[in-house]
């Protein structure tokens, strides 16, 4: 099994890149086993840095990783995703953002892979895996699974990313209705996932970042009980922690059913350096 874990300091090894801008953000972020589930597979990470070096070339990393597998499986596999997925892209040599992604995503499939297959009681583990990178003035996405990552811009919620599910792919074919998915007993047969297959293929998306711009990255856990329509009020009207915290306790009002959790990432600033 390789090991994954760096063995230079990031600004050693990232390429060199003038920083124009930096993103100055607020952050919220919660994460509850639910009502449910006797242990939370769910996991929040996040990568900020001061280093004008880092801040240039790889930015403030933000992310959510939900685990399956049973048996602490899961819980064991976001956390492998989560710490390697971060560790590779700050250290990876790319000069473009999104190759380091693609590396970082890489990197963190084939680790989960080789530890459910060679760890007695991890065999089948995975995860999804949804993020955020805001890099001077650009947002990247990445995503594999069913997490989400939304964007409130100007009063208007977007959803960033698909569900790599069987029955989103049966909605885009038109083979069912958007609400006909929502109530299948199998809407959240994956896909894709990290740690799954020997290959995984991520949706990496960007975009201009703009001031104001609020994202919202969340697990199934939430979006099994709260509607997009209480996601929006809730990020238009409360600020990142009471809009984290108060979303993934609508879930628990709800039923609680999985591991819920909430990261609201609020970009205050695009602030040029001195």
Request: net charge negative.
């Amino acid at each position: 099994m390789e090991d994954t874990t760096a063995e230079y300091a990031a600004s050693e090894l990232v390429p060199a890149v003038a920083l124009r801008v930096i993103p100055r953000v607020t952050i919220g972020a919660k994460t509850d086993m639910g009502r449910v589930r006797e242990n939370n597979e769910d996991k929040f990470e996040l990568f900020l840095t001061e280093q004008e070096s880092l801040l240039a070339s790889r930015g403030l990393v933000f992310l959510v990783c939900d685990g399956m597998g049973g048996h602490a499986a899961g819980q064991v596999a976001s956390e492998l995703a989560a710490k390697t997925f971060i560790d590779v892209y700050l250290n990876h040599p790319a000069t473009d953002p999104t190759d380091a992604i693609a590396a970082a995503v890489k990197a963190a499939n084939r680790y989960v892979l080789d530890v459910g297959r060679t760890v007695p009681g991890r065999k089948g583990m995975g995860t999804t895996m949804s993020g955020v990178i805001l890099c001077q003035d650009v947002a990247y996405t990445v995503q594999v699974g069913d997490s989400r990552i939304y964007r409130l811009r100007d009063g208007q919620l977007d959803r960033l990313t698909v569900d790599h599910t069987f029955l989103e792919e049966n909605v885009r074919l038109g083979f069912m209705t958007a609400d006909e998915a929502a109530v299948h007993p199998h809407r959240h047969w994956l896909l894709r996932a990290v740690g799954a297959d020997d290959i995984v293929v991520p949706d990496i998306g960007s975009h201009e970042a703009k001031v104001g711009d609020t994202y919202f990255i969340c697990s199934d856990g939430i979006l099994n009980h709260v509607e997009d329509s209480v996601i929006h009020d809730f990020l238009r009207q409360k600020a990142p922690s009471d809009a984290a915290w108060g979303l993934v306790n609508q879930a628990l009002l709800g039923g609680g059913s999985d591991n819920a959790t909430a990261m609201v990432v609020r970009l205050d600033a695009l602030e040029t350096p001195a």
